[in-house]
């Protein structure tokens, strides 16, 4: 059994470390808006799964110089698998595990914005294989996906999506059920996205939910640690202070709007 001592690390400004031959790639699979965020950062505290992070999304490329330079500012192009094997190579903590979250939306942009001619049949399997063959996948959805919906609203009409952003939205947001439910159900279409892309593809993954991961936080850290590793931990220390999702007064308030419209049992807003 092998000790892990959590430490507080920066989430948005990895270092990248010399390359390593031996590689245990991971991706967190995952939607907006579903604590993918706290799950990188805690993993990211164990200093043994790498530096986890948004390396598919402009802002998080830009602010780090080394992932702008190399990409230009445009992950999304055909140099997309030299930059998936530059992170996967370079962003680990010493020992070869690194990972990157990736959501629904950015595997459809893969398949639907890039022109890559060596596939003989272009699909979402045919490019999940060829960029993230390799890779382990942590599967994380959200239970309550209407709590999820109207979160992604919300950061969708402010553009914050992250407590270090800075909101660009002057006045009021107004709570609006039909883009709610809109956003409910493409956060379902995706999830089931994945499962249907991880099951046809007989892929190795485990599947965790946000709300477990909020209760039974060092369970779940070791049930991942021991499938990208093999392996039982023990937990010297305690984690660190985590960036958990804050329950605003406009979320609370959706949320209860939301049960005077809704009225089926099905619907659980926590």
């Not at 500012?73 to 190579?89: A, C, E, M, T």
Request: with cysteine; aromatic share 12%.
């Amino acid at each position: 059994m092998r000790d892990v001592t959590f430490e507080k690390r920066d989430y948005l400004h990895p270092v990248p470390n010399d390359k390593y031959q031996n590689l245990n790639p991971y991706i967190i699979a995952t939607t907006q808006r579903s604590g993918s965020t706290l799950l990188c950062e805690i993993l990211l505290q164990t200093g043994i799964c790498g530096q986890p992070g948004e390396y598919l999304s402009s802002s998080f490329i830009k602010r780090n110089k080394e992932l702008d330079d190399f990409t230009k500012g445009k992950p999304f192009s055909r140099d997309l698998d030299q930059y998936i094997s530059n992170v996967f190579g370079h962003y680990h903590l010493g020992n070869g595990t690194s990972g990157i979250k990736i959501t629904w939306d950015q595997m459809l942009k893969i398949e639907n914005d890039l022109s890559l001619p060596f596939y003989k049949k272009k699909s979402i399997k045919s490019s999940f294989k060829h960029f993230f063959k390799s890779s382990k996948i942590i599967f994380l959805t959200r239970g309550n996906t209407i709590s999820q919906a109207i979160s992604k609203y919300i950061a969708t009409e402010n553009n914050k999506w992250h407590q270090w952003d800075t909101p660009t939205r002057k006045g009021d947001i107004e709570f609006c059920k039909d883009s709610i439910l809109k956003i409910s159900s493409e956060i379902k279409e995706h999830n089931e996205g994945w499962l249907s892309l991880l099951t046809n593809l007989k892929l190795k993954y485990i599947h965790l939910t946000y709300e477990e991961l909020c209760i039974n936080t060092e369970d779940v850290v070791q049930k991942i640690l021991k499938f990208l590793h093999s392996q039982d931990f023990c937990f010297k220390n305690s984690l660190s202070t985590l960036t958990k999702p804050l329950d605003s007064e406009i979320k609370l308030n959706f949320e209860n709007e939301f049960r005077k419209l809704i009225k089926h049992p099905s619907i659980n807003i926590k």
